[in-house]
């Protein structure tokens, strides 16, 4: 070895372990692994203050969860209940419940307002109720053996406004029963209800282990668990991910040894394609963290496809370097093909990084890091370490020339009845795409299991839970415009309210800051209601005392003036975190959210549009409506590049272009019929982008290198350990792996079976390489 | 992670019994009517407002409370919640009839779960006082307590806001026969 040679090799050493400290500390320290599947969602917002407004329901809930507990009676629930919540506390997962405090700071906060708050059944009461009903109902409550809950004494309330006020604040609350524990009947089963919130991010993987452990811990066969929240979700992705990497990483890593010790039987060639593997592994895992501070699970799992793919240029080394016996010459043999393999395989990669995906954009930079890496290791590094050291071993002569070839030579006989089968099986395969049309649903991406998602739809009709993917946003210049937006918004939803309140329920309300603080102009028309039918002269008051006497003699309860210093901005902020009204009001916006998210996105839109001041926003809709948009503009990305690809190949490899294109183009069209039954998503047409990259290679390394055993036995084991890597992932549980695994898997088997039928039938100079 | 041990009525052993004395008893009744007297002191009002009527139990229906003086009333009280003669339902009621049925009839096997509950006596002269354990119930209610012997005989509430009721009940029926 030369000394500019020796030198060389440093440095590539050098820079390699430079690599490892960073990631190294980027890892274990700064714990840039993220596991947050948010991450691979996009932005589908129309505007920063649709961003932002997402930004912030984000930030309020997604520490909460909902732990409902169950067992075969109500006492055991109960202790069960109580000892999970102690549990939680003493793991310091949660801080301690302060909501016992929450009635009677709201009973401090409305008090001096009780004569100008109204819900809807009291208003229709009100004004649809003579003045004597009202008194003689009131008479009647008195001497009731207990009256419902009252925030303030007979004397300062006596019709008990306030107590109807605040129970009606908390939608669904007459669901909850009060037991030491809250809990909600099921039929005769009791759950009770743990609300939590964590210290930490749900996405901290230590939090997501400890919580996740200590409900292990706790399940016993008479209780039962349900959960509710993204603590949940994020622990089920970041396990799915990481169950995901090992299977894929490990299974390729075993058929590549396994492959290269059955064919090689050489520890040279085993030693440099572990070489290979781990360096380009540690470039592309370091070139993420360098370009986007972090790195994904997902693209860890995506990533362990890099190994299926960085053998390729191994084994057409290897191939080459015992054919010739000399690894500097193989190099020389094999530099063209496997540059212009790279150079294919980065455009059809890097093109990823023009979707929105944070996910598939890092996918790109760590593929194509991980292939460049492999390329200058397999290029330069292998040759000035083997030298002249000869890769012996029996050499697989006997299958290709005594098997493959022959068939091959048989098959390209047969050329026309061939050729009608293609057409045949393409012009199928067409319809069945067509047939099968697109599914843009994002929905379907869902990593979470089946378990976890009935668990939170049970909570969710057990419960009362805001929804965050579906809201209105309302905008104004001042608190009081969007407070009387937010108004009309509720009475337009549900007109018939106004008529029959007995119809509001949990159901048709929106979570919102007018539901806590009605607008002043509301205020002051319920303020008028209440002087006219119960404080005036001669009201329903008035009648109430004659029948008690003592009560109007002493400590009499007066008509008391309006007050207009009941506004948003005086809601205590202690206050507006406790009952999540910071997530809904913003710097000029505020937003209101359907209760139990049933509300029509149908309907919503339109009564949206008909008040100036009002969005909708559904964000499941814009994102499925995203998929769909860029599903169609990757397609005809992918078309402009077969056609640009169509341009090179005629111009790099003349009539023999011609031949790579129809390979890729039955390819493409083959994997993509067999895969994407159910509907063509956005990912099975980026999956194309690795097919038609695979095939471009193979096809390229029988051009250059022609059609013989060891280009074969090459691309066979190129073909083999990426069948390994990809076939998994077709297995995966997470739907965007599944699909890239899907296609993937199919396209290499087309690669590898139809292009050197496609290079035989149509070129005859192939059918006798050797 | 052990389970603790299971929360229950805090009660002895032998309060246990007499519990669960009162508890069968209450299953034998399925029909009782009698009357009542009321007196309830509302805090700022200096003289008590005393009232009268009668009840009506029926173990599928529930409690009619009939109020007949001062003023004609009529409460249903059953499983579903609380409602005026008018149809006017009272809102959040269901947990508040349910400490009413188990006030009146004696058992209290449905209430372990909202109080603590303290027996003592024998089974024709015993008091049972209730105490809420959650914070929800004690806004509202803050001890209750009844004494009784065959039938419940006297009932106090004393509310969070200091205001109390106490009910004299005279059974003048004790029917098992169905209505």
């Known amino acids: ?770 | 992670m052990l389970l603790l041990a299971i929360a229950g009525p805090v009660t002895a052993a032998a309060d246990d019994d007499l519990l669960a004395e009162l508890a069968n008893r209450a299953g034998e009744n399925e029909n009782v009517a009698g009357s009542f007297t009321q007196q309830k002191n509302i805090q700022g009002l200096p003289l008590a407002l005393e009232s009268a009527g009668s009840f009506n139990y029926s173990k599928r229906e529930g409690v009619i409370w009939h109020t007949t003086s001062p003023l004609d009333s009529v409460l249903n009280i059953s499983a579903a919640g609380l409602r005026y003669d008018n149809g006017e339902p009272v809102q959040g009621s269901s947990i508040l009839a349910e400490m009413l049925l188990g006030v009146f009839t004696g058992d209290l096997s449905q209430l372990t779960q909202y109080f603590t509950i303290e027996v003592s006596g024998k089974p024709l002269a015993w008091r049972i006082v209730l105490a809420p354990q959650s914070a929800t119930v004690a806004e509202q209610v803050k001890q209750i307590t009844m004494t009784g012997a065959h039938f419940t005989q006297r009932i106090t509430i004393i509310e969070a806001s200091g205001d109390t009721t106490e009910i004299s009940l005279q059974v003048q029926q004790d029917n098992d026969a169905e209505p």
């Open chain 1, 1 to 770: 070895m030369t000394r500019s040679s020796r030198a060389f090799l440093i440095g590539w050493i050098v820079l390699l372990l430079l690599c490892l400290l960073y990631s190294g500390k980027r890892v274990v320290q700064d714990k840039a692994i993220a596991s947050n599947i948010l991450g691979l969602i996009p932005q589908s917002h129309d505007g920063a203050l649709q961003s932002l407004a997402q930004d912030e329901l984000l930030a309020a809930s997604e520490r909460s969860f909902v732990l409902l507990v169950a067992s075969a009676t109500a006492e055991k629930g109960l202790a069960a209940a109580q000892a999970l919540e102690n549990a939680l506390h003493d793991a310091n997962l949660i801080p301690a419940d302060d909501s016992a405090a929450l009635p009677r700071q709201l009973a401090n906060l409305y008090h001096p307002y009780r004569q100008q708050l109204l819900t809807t059944q009291q208003r229709h009461y009100l004004n649809h109720t003579d003045v004597q009903t009202i008194a003689d109902a009131a008479l009647a409550k008195l001497y009731s053996p207990v009256r419902s809950y009252s925030p303030y004494p007979f004397t300062d309330d006596p019709f008990n406004l306030a107590g109807g006020w605040q129970t009606a604040l908390f939608g669904g609350a007459d669901r909850f029963l009060p037991s030491a524990v809250p809990s909600v009947l099921d039929g005769e089963q009791h759950w009770y209800v743990l609300n939590g919130e964590l210290y930490a991010s749900p996405f901290d993987q230590a939090v997501q282990r400890s919580l996740t452990t200590l409900l292990r811990e706790f399940t016993a066969p008479d209780v039962r668990i349900l959960r509710s929240g993204l603590v949940f979700h994020a622990a089920e992705g970041a396990d799915l991910a990481q169950s995901e990497i090992s299977t894929v990483g490990a299974g390729s890593l075993l058929g590549i040894v396994l492959l290269v010790v059955l064919v090689f039987r050489s520890a040279w060639a085993l030693w440099s394609i572990l070489i290979v593997l781990g360096s380009s592994t540690l470039f592309a895992v370091t070139s993420c963290l360098l370009v986007f501070d972090n790195l994904h699970m997902v693209t860890l799992a995506f990533g362990s496809t890099l190994l299926g793919l960085a053998v390729d240029y191994c084994f057409h080394f290897f191939s080459k370097w015992r054919a010739s016996g000399n690894a500097l010459q193989a190099r020389k043999l094999i530099s063209k093909g496997v540059l212009l393999s790279l150079v294919s395989s980065a455009i059809a990669y890097l093109l990823q990084l023009m979707s929105p995906f944070p996910g598939l954009q890092q996918f790109a930079v760590f593929i194509t890091a991980g292939l460049l890496m492999a390329c200058f290791t397999v290029l330069i590094v292998l040759p000035l370490v083997l030298g002249n050291r000869v890769l012996a071993g029996p050499r697989l002569t006997g299958l290709f020339s005594s098997v493959v070839l022959p068939l091959y030579q048989r098959v390209a006989t047969l050329r026309w009845p061939v050729i009608c089968v293609l057409l045949t099986a393409l012009l199928l395969a067409v319809a069945a795409v067509a047939r099968q049309g697109a599914s843009d649903d994002i929905r379907l991406l869902n990593t979470s299991g089946d378990t976890l998602l009935a668990e939170e739809r049970a909570v969710s009709e057990l419960t009362v839970r805001v929804g965050s993917q579906r809201f209105f946003i309302i905008q104004g210049d001042t608190k009081q415009e969007m407070l009387q937006a937010t108004e009309q918004l509720s009475d337009s939803l549900w007109p018939q309210h106004k008529d029959d309140p007995g119809q509001a329920d949990t159901s048709n309300s929106l979570f919102s800051i007018a539901r806590f603080i009605p607008s002043l102009e509301q205020q002051r028309q319920d303020h008028l209601l209440v002087q006219e039918k119960i404080y005036g002269p001669g009201r329903a008051l008035e009648i109430l005392c004659q029948s008690l006497p003592d009560l109007c003699k002493q400590n009499a309860p007066a008509a008391a003036d309006f007050l207009t210093t009941l506004v948003p901005e005086r809601m205590p902020a202690q206050l507006q975190r406790a009952l999540k009204l910071n997530a809904v009001l913003g710097d000029g916006f505020s937003l209101a959210l359907p209760l139990a998210d049933s509300l029509d996105p149908v309907v919503a839109t339109q009564v949206a549009g008909t008040i100036d001041a009002v969005d909708y926003v559904d964000n499941v809709a814009n994102i499925t409506q995203l998929l769909a948009q860029l599903r169609v503009q990757v397609s005809a990305l992918l078309i402009g590049f077969i056609a640009c690809l169509t341009g090179a190949s005629l111009w790099l490899f003349k009539r023999d272009g011609w031949l790579l294109i129809t390979s890729l183009l039955l390819t493409v069209v083959y994997s993509l019929a067999l895969s994407a039954a159910g509907g063509l998503t956005l990912f099975h047409v980026m999956a194309l982008l690795l097919v038609m990259g695979l095939t471009v290679d193979t096809s390229i390394f029988y051009i250059k290198l022609g059609f013989n055993q060891d280009t074969w036995l090459a691309a066979a084991l190129s073909c083999g350990t990426s069948l390994l890597a990809f076939g998994l992932l077709s297995f995966s549980q997470v739907a965007v792996l599944e699909q890239f695994g899907s296609v993937v898997f199919s396209g290499l088997i087309f690669a590898w079976l139809l292009t050197p039928l496609i290079f035989c039938l149509f070129q005859p100079r192939f059918q006798y390489a050797r």
